[in-house]
């Protein structure tokens, strides 16, 4: 199976996407942001930096991904394909990209770039909860979407809690980010002949359905 790739605004719903197809398709959901999330929790230099950078919805140093991505990469669970959410998010980091992909002998694969308005996503960005055991993600704002019990979650009964960057003002950063840094890449994989544009405005399910026509053809 090809691998995946997400390009998308933050609270576009590239993590719920990530989670239905690793539900389907059961390939390893690789989030830099899940990961960088866990670095955050240190009590290290390192651990203070990303900790405080996420929080301001800037983006982190560039070399601290490319360690981090060619080490998740090199796992076994890859082998037979992976989704990428959150990275490459700024062109020098889809050059190393490629680089990393070259040297693993992998292909870039699918590239999903969801579209979606911004008044979507500032409903998105205040209604979403994350379970701080497994992850998964929620939104109170959509109702196929919210936890059965609130607070709860329905995968692993752990406490859903609010992300500190999921505010209006660290959205708009976040939002200017997407613009500015991550938006230039769309080109770099529209001439690879590998980008999907995909209507995220709708439910999550349309949009799976959308993204699931086109994996379950190649
Ligand atoms: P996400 O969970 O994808 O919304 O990412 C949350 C935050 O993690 C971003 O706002 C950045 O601060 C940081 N982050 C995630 N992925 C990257 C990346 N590839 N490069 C730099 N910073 C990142």
Redesign the pocket.
């Known amino acids: 199976m090809k691998n995946i790739m997400f390009i998308a605004p933050?609270a576009a719903g590239?993590?719920t996407q990530a989670e239905m197809i690793t539900a389907k398709y059961k390939l390893p959901h690789i989030?830099?942001?899940?990961i960088?999330?866990e670095i955050a929790k240190e009590d290290s230099e390192i651990g203070n930096y990303v900790a405080e950078?996420?929080a301001s919805?800037?983006?982190?140093k560039?070399e601290i991904?490319y360690q981090l991505i060619e080490d998740r990469l090199s796992r076994e669970d890859c082998k037979n394909g992976f989704i990428i959410?959150?990275?490459?998010?700024?062109l020098d980091?889809a050059v190393e990209y490629d680089k990393i992909l070259a040297k693993l002998g992998y292909e870039v694969g699918n590239v999903f770039l969801l579209n979606i308005s911004t008044k979507t996503l500032e409903k998105r960005i205040t209604g979403r909860r994350v379970c701080e055991d497994c992850n998964a993600i929620y939104n109170i704002n959509d109702t196929a979407k919210a936890p059965q019990v609130e607070s709860v979650c329905d995968k692993c009964g752990g406490k859903l809690y609010q992300r500190k960057?999921d505010n209006l003002e660290s959205f708009q950063t976040?939002f200017a980010?997407y613009q500015e840094k991550t938006e230039p890449i769309i080109e770099h994989y529209r001439k690879q002949n590998v980008l999907h544009e995909i209507d995220s405005n709708h439910e999550f399910d349309e949009v799976f359905r959308q993204i699931d026509e086109i994996i379950s053809k190649n």
């Open positions: 933050p590239k993590g989030s830099t942001g899940d960088l999330r950078t996420m919805g800037k983006l982190v560039d991904t959410d959150g990275f490459p998010r700024n980091q960057d976040r980010m």
